[in-house]
Structure formats: structure tokens, C-alpha cells
């Protein structure tokens, strides 16, 4: 290779970089923009976030949530502003990533990664809508029913959660949930590349549903409600990723089909 070939192939790599940095300031300058707006409204975002524990206690229970060092509440603000900002961010971070890649993919490729980024945002939102409005406050119930009330003899066991405690809790989850909720949109695009197949995921099921089940006992508290509430669609998304795979080999037979047929009328 000669030093004209060598600076022809660079120059391209140079242009790829700068355009890699433009769009991961571009990210990095919306999640900062609503890093601060969500600090500024950090306590109204955490009384939002409370709704969950205030549902599982009920609507007459006065709730207390404790900090026992000074500085914890704070460094929770900066917790749930970051939190907010990525998940208010990611459609920006999303369509940055797709501007970067879409100039290397042809027209048809465009058009078919296209729905997986539309599909991303919605199934991470419905993730962490079932954390929100089911998975959560049956926990929180779960872990209320261990509260003693005391008597003679008797101690008394109440819940005081701390504030980074459950904040941590309900954030890990959401996230583990959203994550989790990708499942159809990453084996579909496996499966469009040819590197999974329908049957393939039938045959490993089996596996499918222990790894499932070890993945929720790791991802959640250790109660049954949250690693069922977990295990469950996962499966279900398992079994949906496995009905897409089929749709997908079934229009890459077509489109075979019909390119065998041009060839040979030809």
C-alpha cells in the first residue's frame, strides 16, 4: 500500500471520528440540559417517584422516608436528576446513534432499522410503566407486611425506608424492567443478520427460562413479587422474539423467492 493509499484510507477514519464526537456532544449537551432542569425539580420528581410506596401503604398512611447523613438527600437530588436525564434524553440519544450509523446503511437497511429505533423508546417505557404502576407497589406491599406492631413483650418492627435505599430500588428496577424489555428489538436484529434462527430459540427455551429466572433473582430484591414480576415477561418477550424471528425468515424467503424467480424469467 502506498503513503496516497494510506492517506486516502485515513481521512475518511478522521472524518468518522469528528462526526462521532459532534453527535456524542450533542447527547452529552441534552442530558445536561435536563440535568439541570430535573435538579431544580429533584423533590417534585421524588414525591412522583413515591407514588409506588404511597399506593402499596394506601392513601391514609402518612409515609415517612428517613437520611441519616447530611449530605445524603443531596447526593439523592443529583441521583434523580441524572435518572431523569437519561430517560428523558434517550430519544436524542437514540437518534444521534442513528445518524452516525444510517450513512453506512443502504435505503432498504435504513428502512428496516428504522422501526427498531421507534421500538426501543416505547418498550423501555413500558418496562418501567410495570415497575411503576405494578411490580413496585406489590413489593413495597410485600416488604410492609413484615412490620410487627408491638405490645407486651413485643417489639415494634416499622419500615423507615432510607431515601437513597429506595430510590435505589425503585431506579434499578425501572432500569433492569426497561432493559429487559429489549429483548425483541436485539433478537430481532440478530435474526435479520442471520445469526439466530427460529428454530434455534425453540431448541434453546429450556435455557432460556434458567437464565431468565437467575437473571431476575440477580437483577431485583430478594422477594418473590418483584422476581416473578420480572421472570414473567421475560418469557413472554422470549416467546414474542421467537414469533418475530419467524416473520423475518419468512419475508427473507420471500424476497429469495422472488429474486430466484427474476433470475431465471431473465
Do not use: C
Not at 70 to 84: C, M, S, V, W, Y
Not at 125 to 133: D, I, Q, T
Not at 177 to 204: D, H
Request: proline residues 5%; hydrophobic residues 60%; aromatic residues 12%.
Amino acid at each position: 500500500m502506498t503513503d496516497t493509499d494510506i492517506n486516502a484510507s485515513a481521512a475518511p477514519l478522521v472524518e468518522h471520528l469528528v462526526e462521532l464526537r459532534q453527535r456524542l456532544m450533542k447527547a452529552l449537551i441534552a442530558v445536561a440540559i435536563v440535568f439541570v432542569i430535573a435538579f431544580i425539580f429533584a423533590a417534585d420528581i421524588f414525591q412522583i417517584l413515591v407514588v409506588p410506596y404511597e399506593r402499596a401503604a394506601g392513601e391514609d398512611q402518612k409515609l415517612t422516608l428517613i437520611f441519616t447523613a447530611p449530605q445524603e438527600f443531596f447526593f439523592a437530588q443529583l441521583k434523580i436528576a441524572l435518572f431523569t436525564a437519561l430517560f428523558m434524553a434517550f430519544p436524542v440519544i437514540a437518534s444521534q446513534i442513528y445518524k452516525f450509523v444510517a450513512p453506512g446503511l443502504y435505503r432498504n437497511e435504513r428502512k428496516a432499522f428504522l422501526p427498531f429505533l421507534i421500538a426501543t423508546p416505547i418498550l423501555f417505557f413500558a418496562g418501567a410503566s410495570l415497575v411503576y404502576w405494578v411490580v413496585m407497589p406489590l413489593a413495597m406491599a410485600f416488604f410492609m407486611s413484615m412490620q410487627i406492631s408491638g405490645g407486651d413483650s413485643v417489639a415494634t418492627i416499622e419500615l423507615l425506608p432510607k431515601v437513597s435505599e429506595y430510590l435505589g430500588l425503585i431506579m434499578t428496577l425501572i432500569f433492569a424492567f426497561g432493559l429487559v424489555f429489549q429483548l425483541p428489538v436485539v433478537i430481532s436484529l440478530l435474526a435479520r443478520a442471520g445469526l439466530v434462527t427460529e428454530q434455534g430459540l425453540k431448541n434453546k427455551r429450556k435455557w432460556a427460562i434458567v437464565l431468565t429466572f437467575i437473571m431476575a433473582a440477580v437483577l431485583t430484591p430478594p422477594d418473590p413479587i418483584s422476581q416473578i414480576g420480572l421472570a414473567v415477561p421475560t418469557l413472554l418477550l422470549y416467546e414474542l422474539s421467537i414469533y418475530a424471528t419467524r416473520l423475518i425468515e419468512r419475508k427473507r424467503l420471500e424476497r429469495e423467492a422472488a429474486t430466484d424467480a427474476d433470475a431465471q424469467s431473465a
